[in-house]
């Protein structure tokens, strides 16, 4: 590290000074914007920072636009939020009836783990549907004049005009940044819960689709432990092995354990050929991945030192509240050199 010829970066090298003015000289020499590559990071994370930057700019403009209803010969935010309203309903799918969902969750197996997941998600996909339904009748109402606009209600009509999801409704569900890409989250979930529980099992998962992604692995692993006579759920954790094909590709579902679709790898690209991380490409954010296959084996069969453990969180924003679980990736660099990276898997990158 104290050799002649170290440096950090192009640039960035250890200043041999002995007094404060040699110091404050090497200082004034440092670039003025540090680049990516200085903090071991790709170039992409330049681009991933200018954006958040510039989306929180545009987030403060617009929360800091007049709220009162247009008075030039424009649409007013009434008949804007109205209209949209209309557009939602038309769309809505229709409540649940409980005694059907019931009636086929017996002949599914009711005591089965992955049916009763199955029926904890569609209890609170139902919720935000009611809700949903109820906010946008009374919303109507409210603009009609028929009932008072209370503060749910003008909460509603403001982030509906400015594209954000209510907070109503956010607190039921689930985070997006617009409520269009939310609304299309309701009905792509819906459609997966439709699916399974009228016509058959998915022979793949969206796990992004779940509200509970936890609790789908956590029921996978009782499925398979009650598969292999001896074995204990403490001593069952997850394995996976990424495949070559996509969702469209697979026509049947696996031996064991689920085939889940629809993670996004950031921090670094795929090579599906030979199913390993590789370097992102310039410009390129994000890699969809191909499907994985995902199931449980004994604690005691160990864990290979080579492969980067890389986690797996359901938005962009990484906390322990949005962490999920993590799954091995094969590499052929160190692991370290993925984790100096940041490298994670996302179910959801809007």
């Keep these: 590290m104290f050799q002649p010829s170290f440096n950090f970066y192009k640039g960035y090298v250890i200043p041999k000074c002995s007094n404060h003015a040699q110091f404050m000289e090497a200082i004034d020499h440092l670039p003025l914007v540090d680049t990516p590559e200085a903090f071991r990071l790709h170039p992409n994370a330049d681009i991933t920072y200018q954006d958040s930057t510039a989306s929180t700019m545009l987030d403060t403009m617009l929360s800091i636009q ?14 804007v939020v109205q209209r949209l309203a209309d557009d939602m309903l038309d769309k809505l799918p229709r409540s ?19 049916n009763i997941f199955l029926r904890q998600e569609i209890d609170r996909m139902q919720r935000v549907i009611s809700t949903v339904r109820t906010t946008l009748n009374d919303l109507k109402l409210a603009i009609d004049g028929t009932i008072i ?3 749910n209600l003008r909460d509603a009509l403001d982030k509906m005009y400015d594209a954000k999801v209510p907070s109503v409704w956010q607190k039921i569900s ?21 699916s399974w529980v009228f016509e058959e099992r998915p022979n793949v998962f969206w796990m992004t689709g779940f509200f ?44 064991e ?5 629809g993670l996004f790898l950031d921090g670094a690209g795929w090579d599906r050929r030979n199913c390993k991380l590789v370097e992102s490409a310039n410009k390129v954010l994000f890699t969809n991945m191909p499907v994985v296959w995902v199931y449980a084996i004994q604690l005691s069969q160990g864990h290979d030192a080579k492969m980067y453990e890389c986690p797996v969180y359901k938005k962009p924003n990484r906390t322990d509240l949005t ?4 799954l091995t990736l094969k590499t052929t660099a160190s692991p370290d050199h993925w984790t100096l ?4 898997l996302l179910c959801d990158i809007k």
């Excluded at 954790?237 to 469209?248: A, G, W």
């Excluded at 354990?257 to 679709?261: E, N």
């Excluded at 962490?323 to 993590?326: A, G, K, N, P, V």
Aim: aromatic share 10%; glycine share 8%.
């Design 174 to 194: 689930w985070k997006s940044s617009t409520i269009g890409f939310w609304y299309t989250e309701l009905l792509e979930r819906d459609c997966q819960f439709r």
């Design 257 to 261: 354990g689920v085939y889940i679709h």
């Design 341 to 344: 990276r940041g490298v994670a």
């Design 96 to 114: 649940y009836i409980p005694h059907e969902v019931k009636a086929r969750l017996q002949k599914m197996g009711p005591i089965a783990p992955m």
């Design 212 to 255: 509970n992604p936890q609790g789908f692995l956590t029921a996978m692993r009782q499925e398979v432990t009650r598969a292999h006579k001896g074995w204990a759920l403490d001593s069952a954790v997850l394995h996976n092995e990424v495949l070559r094909q996509y969702k469209d590709d697979i026509s049947s579902p696996p031996p």
């Design 323 to 326: 962490y999920i679980t993590s």
């Design 66 to 79: 007049p709220k009162d209803s247009s008075s030039g010969g424009g649409e007013t935010r009434e008949s």
């Design 149 to 151: 606009m209370s503060e």
